[in-house]
T-cell receptor, first 115, second 113 residues
């Protein structure tokens, strides 16, 4: 079946612009996670959804970052007033449940470059 | 908070050599432990996992044993192939951390023919 998909695959933007990154999880997966992969910071957790609610937003680096999930499916990560330090690969993952033993399946990522 | 420490890379081996990538963790209670792999140009894939102490995860010839006493989850393979060249990430998931994954720094493995 289809895996986790993300769009766009690449995004180049100018400093100060807003960007939206989209994630389509595996059908039936109730948990959805956003991570960021950057050279200086490695792989960092950003936010996680169980259904449409976000019990854990602790990884969002600033109030310029927000995310939502609708219909228990698609999620959008929004970065307002982008900065150069936001340049990274943004990864989305989904799992059937949010238990700590459940396997998270990752999408291919969106590479964001802020000029 | 939870943390994962991996051996520093990069690691370069010849084909058929033995591989060990060390991973240790800090966490309260009993986290689940994972190894993820990222092949060139591809996304992260689960390689193996172990959910309780003394469990051994295995896949594609790779193995790792959950050692509670040493808080370790070292990755091993008896005979590596060129196709194993990738970046390997050790990770843990813990209920007190909302089941999110906490990753190590990643280890770049290059296998030469």
């Amino acid at each position: 079946g289809a895996g986790v998909s993300q769009s766009p695959s690449n995004k180049v933007t100018e400093k100060g612009k807003d960007v939206e990154l989209r994630c389509d999880p595996i059908s039936g997966h109730t948990a959805l996670y956003w991570y960021r992969q950057s050279l200086g910071q490695g792989l960092e957790f950003l936010i996680y959804f169980q259904g449409n609610s976000a019990p854990d937003k602790s990884g969002l680096p600033s109030d310029r970052f927000s995310a939502e999930r609708t219909g228990g499916s698609v999620s959008t990560l929004t970065i307002q007033r982008t900065q150069q330090e936001d340049s990274a690969v943004y990864l989305c993952a989904s799992s059937f449940m949010s238990g700590d033993t459940d396997t998270q399946y990752f999408g291919p990522g969106t590479r964001l470059t802020v000029l | 908070g939870d943390s994962v420490t991996q051996m520093e890379g990069p690691v370069t081996l010849s084909e058929e050599a033995f591989l060990t990538i060390n991973c240790t963790y800090t966490a309260t209670g009993y986290p689940s432990l994972f190894w993820y792999v990222q092949y060139p140009g591809e996304g992260l894939q689960l390689l193996l996992k172990a959910t309780k102490a003394d469990d051994k995860g295995s896949n594609k010839g790779f193995e790792a044993t959950y050692r509670k006493e040493t808080t370790s989850f070292h990755l091993e393979k008896g005979s590596v192939q060129v196709s194993d060249s990738a970046v390997y990430f050790c990770a843990l998931s813990h209920r007190t951390s909302g089941s999110r994954l906490t990753f190590g720094e990643g280890t770049q493995l290059t296998v030469n023919p």
